[in-house]
T-cell receptor
Framework: AQTVTQSQPEMSVQEAETVTLSCTYDTSENNYYLFWYKQPPSRQMILVIRQEAYKQQNATENRFSVNFQKAAKSFSLKISDSQLGDTAMYFCAFMKHDSQGGSEKLVFGKGTKLTVNP | ETGVTQSPTHLIKTRGQQVTLRCSSQSGHNTVSWYQQALGQGPQFIFQYYREEENGRGNFPPRFSGLQFPNYSSELNVNALELDDSALYLC?????????????FGPGTRLTVT
């Protein structure tokens, strides 16, 4: 079974600065996907960024980027130029690849509460 | 494009009662997954529906059941409610297609069991 570990329950950062959230996972699968989701107080789970395990290049979405280290089973999220609207719970999630093309379940970590201070 | 919607937003039930939660998937999506998120925890997978059939189940007892309708909307039913069933229930829709894997979440239903 896959497990996802987020070792930082809470973090804070000053507006406009950079912060990195950590995530490690355990799996025997070779093909899988990794995600970071954001959950603001409104509760809506929003997809921030995704990474396919077969891709060596780290994913980037505007101010959000990841550092994917497959051998170390590490998947950290870097938020640059932090904004007040980035305040939320951030969840790292794992999904194994389904060779039949179906959608598999997401396995989530316990989350990191990020607060961006003005 | 219509996003994932869920109803109701909040619900209060008494232990032993039954509850039905509803989810409308995003336009064009044919797969619905349900997750339970206890307070302070990450979501836990309950089950997934594809073409009106259960397609994978997490570690939840049989009193958690579901349905998917021809229009791909879905229901989650929980019988004999227990206090530990109090949680945020999230529905996520996706498109069953080779190479497709992203799941998009609704706003959730907050269930309180007293």
């Amino acid at each position: 079974a896959q497990t996802v570990t987020q070792s930082q329950p809470e973090m804070s950062v000053q507006e406009a600065e950079t912060v990195t959230l950590s995530c490690t996972y355990d799996t025997s699968e070779n093909n899988y996907y990794l995600f970071w989701y954001k959950q603001p107080p409104s509760r809506q789970m929003i997809l921030v960024i995704r990474q396919e395990a077969y891709k060596q290049q780290n994913a980037t979405e505007n101010r959000f980027s990841v550092n994917f280290q497959k051998a170390a089973k590490s998947f950290s999220l870097k938020i640059s130029d932090s904004q007040l609207g980035d305040t939320a719970m951030y969840f790292c999630a794992f999904m194994k690849h389904d060779s039949q093309g179906g959608s598999e379940k997401l396995v989530f970590g316990k989350g990191t509460k990020l607060t961006v201070n003005p | 494009e219509t996003g994932v919607t869920q109803s109701p937003t909040h619900l209060i039930k008494t232990r032993g009662q039954q509850v039905t939660l509803r989810c409308s998937s995003q336009s064009g999506h044919n797969t619905v997954s349900w997750y339970q998120q206890a307070l302070g925890q990450g979501p836990q997978f309950i089950f997934q529906y594809y073409r009106e059939e259960e397609n994978g189940r997490g570690n939840f007892p049989p009193r958690f059941s579901g349905l998917q309708f021809p229009n791909y909307s879905s229901e989650l039913n929980v019988n004999a409610l227990e206090l530990d069933d109090s949680a945020l229930y999230l529905c996520a829709s996706s498109l069953w297609l080779a190479g497709s894997y992203e799941q998009y979440f609704g706003p959730g239903t907050r269930l309180t069991v007293t």
